[in-house]
């Protein structure tokens, strides 16, 4: 099962203005080829046809926690889209819908991703960024532990190289940070797997990383990460379960070369995290609704029984 905290993994910067676009650009990051759509999909199905799990249990354990952060990798990527799609900041909700009649979102025909608009009110969804849906066929569960293992070292690597072309494209300092928090812990899993095919085949197949041979601290976004080691710890997501990662991630394993020296480190639990922003309601978007105050006073009555 699994257990949901009202946190995001990671505190974001709220966007400086609305930039739909920049928001159709990063849902790439979410149901693209190599998005957070195909690392949880390959995870998720993998650790649920996983066979001999009480004999295979670190390689079994390392699929499974990873598998939870990936959920929480969808949330934040998810988030940030709808931040960017939203604008800067803002708590207070539109008072009415105003004129519909005035044509209030023409701009919209322009944008690169309308249906985001049209369908989704500005939310994430999962397709990439020319809005094509994501899809099962992107998911590889084999059965075979070590042909799934190097299959999830390979889309790891890809997932790096995404990342950073989507960077790339960003200005955002809202867009800027989910990639550059995802590099960081894309670059941990990468060597999570290589770590675990290294004990399966003898092979140190953590040689061949970075890839694509970018060192993180060239990304002034990931600096902080990795000041505070986050490139060196991995995470149970898991207040009880799955510790035999160490046997993976541990054993005086040392970070990659080219990123701050130390021993590999697991934490039982999740990372503190940050907060999630509010998204103000649009009632000309027809969000929460047209006229949304009677759907206010029943929430605020509601809560108000719980004290």
């Known amino acids: 099962m699994f257990l949901r905290i009202d946190r995001l993994q990671v505190e974001l910067p709220a966007p400086e203005r609305q930039d739909p676009n920049a928001g159709a650009a990063l849902q790439e990051l ?3 080829k190599y998005g957070e759509m195909s690392t949880l999909g390959n995870y998720l199905f993998q650790s649920f046809n996983f066979r001999s799990k009480s004999k295979l249990r670190p390689f079994y354990s390392l699929v499974a926690a990873i598998t939870a952060e990936e959920l929480g990798h969808l949330e934040l990527v998810s988030n940030a889209v709808a931040m960017l799609n939203n604008g800067p900041d803002n708590d207070d909700d539109e ?25 989704h009110a500005g939310g ?13 066929d992107f998911v590889t569960t084999t059965g075979n532990v070590i042909v799934d293992l190097l299959h999830n070292f390979h ?7 995404h990342k950073l072309r989507v960077y790339e494209t960003m200005r955002d300092p809202t ?4 990639c550059a928090y995802l590099l960081v812990r894309g670059s941990v899993h990468a060597h999570a ?20 041979n970018i060192d993180l601290d060239a990304i002034p976004e990931c600096r902080k990460y990795l000041g505070e080691g986050s490139h060196r ?8 379960d799955y510790r035999e990662i160490k046997a993976i991630w541990g054993g005086e394993e040392m970070a990659l070369p080219g990123d701050p020296e130390g021993e590999l480190e697991v934490v039982e639990g999740a990372p503190e995290g940050g907060r999630i ?8 978007a027809f969000t929460p609704d047209y006229a949304p105050e009677e759907l206010f006073e029943v929430a605020t009555l509601l809560t108000g029984r719980m004290r």
Not at 233 to 240: E, G, I, K, N, V
């Open 124 to 136: 994430a969804m999962p397709m990439n960024s020319n809005g094509a849906s994501w899809n099962m």
């Open 233 to 240: 710890r991995l995470y149970t997501f898991s207040p009880d």
């Open 30 to 32: 979410l149901g693209g």
């Open 155 to 161: 889309l790891e690597c890809g997932a790096r190289l």
């Open 95 to 119: 008072a009415s819908g105003g004129d519909i009649s005035d044509a209030p979102f023409a701009a919209m025909q322009d944008i690169r991703l309308a249906g985001g608009f049209f369908a």
């Open 175 to 178: 867009g800027r940070e989910v």
């Open 193 to 212: 797997y290589a770590l675990a095919l290294k004990q399966l085949t003898g092979v140190a197949i953590e040689q061949m990383l970075p890839t694509p």
């Open 277 to 284: 922003h509010q998204l103000s309601g649009v009632p000309s």
